[in-house]
């Protein structure tokens, strides 16, 4: 239940920005024009797996994305801009859906595809939003695009706290500074850098057969391996290529004790990231960040009375301490380096 003190919270996606960043930032500039991602579909029988791998490793987590969000209050709005009819934004739909993100539909007009289209449309829904909801608290846009900065700074004049989420490389400096708050998408609390970095060295280092992939290997800038990063391919909620996209439920198989345990661990580094690493923060503070990351979360039904006593069974990744009346927790530190 929203506690009436709760900030309120707009999340904004402009989700062909966010996807077609990341890719060139991993891959090079115009990378994903030159692959032809917009309209590759990895499922074919005909597909390039050079391509795939490249694809798959550019994969956004939009999980951290949600739950870092969720950090600064309830989502009351929730949206994400594209045309989903394109295989590449049809891939994250089971993910999106999962967590309740409304996924807004933009028809292609024109050769240059949705990209404009997605700037006005989200640039009016939230000004509109502005308005119509005059208890939201915070605006938070993910792109990284120079066109959001009038809309950043009318939020701010508006009263908002203005939250910016984007992708190194492809970020306007100035629309970083138009933000109250802006976060390059590699720094989210929960991403495996190192996983991320191997697995993009693979998908650099497959065989040169061909006219079309050594093409591909000379244009290929060298990636610094600090921003070299994949995330979880699989993530919880996220479309796999051997799952039907109308198959909307996780797998049965996932252990609940395990999901709920990563559940901790992301809540607890959002905390940390939010002050020092090695501060104790508070328990009740912590549950009410993993219900706002994931709102079915309870103790009680994997065997626990108390919230206490789940924490307890955690000892491996945090540590708790009692203060008087408060209990406090925190990340041990040699959970948070394996990742």
């Known amino acids: 239940m929203t506690e009436p ?70 989502l009351v709005v929730n949206r994400a801009y594209a045309d989903w009819s394109v295989p590449v934004n049809a891939s994250y739909q089971r993910q999106l859906m999962s967590r309740a993100v409304d996924l807004t539909q933009l ?114 800038p060298d990636t610094p391996p600090s921003t070299a990063r994949k995330l979880t391919t699989i993530p919880m909620f996220s479309h796999t290529e051997d799952s039907q996209f109308d198959d909307l439920e996780p797998a049965d198989d996932i252990d609940p004790q395990v999901l709920a345990t990563e559940l901790l661990v992301r809540a607890l580094q959002i905390g940390h990231a939010k002050g020092d690493a090695d501060e104790w923060l508070n328990t009740g503070t912590v549950k009410n960040q993993m219900r706002r990351m994931d709102p079915s979360f309870n103790e009680k039904p994997l065997g626990f009375r108390s919230f206490t006593d789940f924490l307890s069974s955690r000892s491996d990744v945090a540590e708790l301490q009692e203060d008087g009346p408060q209990r406090l927790i925190r990340l041990r530190p040699e959970a948070n380096s394996r990742r």
């Open 107 to 220: 028809f292609t007009t024109t050769t240059r595809g949705t990209k404009n289209g997605a700037d006005i449309r989200l640039a009016v829904d939230v000004v509109e939003d502005l308005f119509r909801l005059p208890d939201l608290t915070h605006v938070i846009i993910v792109a990284g695009d120079s066109d959001y900065i009038a809309l950043a700074q009318k939020s701010k004049r508006l009263g908002r706290f203005v939250v910016g989420i984007g992708v190194a490389g492809s970020t306007s400096t100035s629309l970083a500074a138009a933000c109250d708050e802006f976060e390059d998408y590699d720094s989210l609390p929960g991403i495996d850098k190192a996983t991320a970095a191997a697995a993009a060295a693979t998908s650099t280092e497959r065989p040169k057969s061909g006219r079309r992939s050594s093409e591909r290997t000379e244009t290929q």
């Open 5 to 74: 003190t709760d900030a309120r919270v707009g999340l904004y996606i402009d989700f062909d920005n966010i996807v077609i960043s990341r890719y060139q930032q991993l891959h090079g500039r115009n990378a994903f024009q030159r692959d032809g991602i917009r309209d590759f579909d990895r499922t074919s029988r005909d597909a390039d797996p050079e391509v795939a791998a490249r694809l798959a490793a550019a994969t956004v987590d939009f999980n951290a994305i949600i739950d870092f969000a969720a950090s600064f209050g309830t």
